[in-house]
């Protein structure tokens, strides 16, 4: 009793495939070498391949008529849409790497208008230095041209001088020469006074 309980049941399903297996390669292995049968089945094979190429043909007319997709049509739509998500995955790495470059252009023109308002602040302080020193210049010619006129009112003063020193030299001279002259008659009057005898 205790070798039946130990009986399993799938020990015995296995058994009984195993048997079925051996039945079935023994009844393929004989009709594989029967040449009759092989070459009826080679027929039996053309006859349903062109059976299924005229199914198929009428299968896309009527489908074709009845404006309903075909089997080849869904294949090419499948095909398409597999090309298009290829274009697209494509187009949108594409545009990942544009974005990439037009967020480092967008970066560097940042950079590049901040370095140019830098610039462009020293240029304006440096304007704003060079306009002060401009005016300080203007206001320098100026007094330059002032100095330069007094200069030449000096020089017309000093020329002037000059005549008025020569003038005074001259008058001099002339008040000398006077001088000569009144002691000049001054002797001839007494001169003449001694010659007329003194007496008056």
Do not use: C
Not at 92 to 102: A, C, G, H, K, N
Not at 175 to 187: P, R, S, T
Not at 194 to 200: F, Q, R, S
Request: zero cysteines; a neutral charge.
């Amino acid at each position: 009793m205790s070798e039946e309980q130990t009986n399993n049941p799938y020990d015995s399903f296995r058994r009984l495939s195993v048997m079925w297996e051996k039945g079935l390669n023994d009844i393929l292995l004989t009709s594989l070498d029967n040449k009759e049968l092989i070459r009826m089945t080679n027929l039996g094979v053309g006859m349903h391949s062109r059976y299924i190429q005229r199914l198929k043909r009428n299968q896309e007319l009527m489908a074709n008529m009845m404006n309903i997709p075909t089997k080849r049509d869904v294949a090419s739509v499948a095909k398409l849409t597999v090309q298009a998500e290829e274009k697209v995955d494509t187009l949108q790495q594409q545009i990942w790497t544009l974005q990439d470059s037009f967020t480092l252009a967008n970066k560097e023109q940042q950079q590049f208008i901040k370095e140019m308002m830098e610039f462009n602040q020293k240029l304006n302080k440096e304007w704003e230095k060079l306009s002060t020193d401009f005016t300080e210049a203007r206001k320098l010619t100026g007094e330059l041209k002032k100095l330069k006129k007094e200069l030449t009112a000096s020089e017309e003063i000093k020329a002037a001088l000059e005549d008025v020193k020569k003038e005074l030299v001259h008058l001099r001279e002339t008040k000398d020469e006077v001088d000569q002259l009144k002691k000049l008659l001054k002797k001839e009057k007494e001169e003449a006074v001694l010659i007329t005898g003194g007496t008056k």
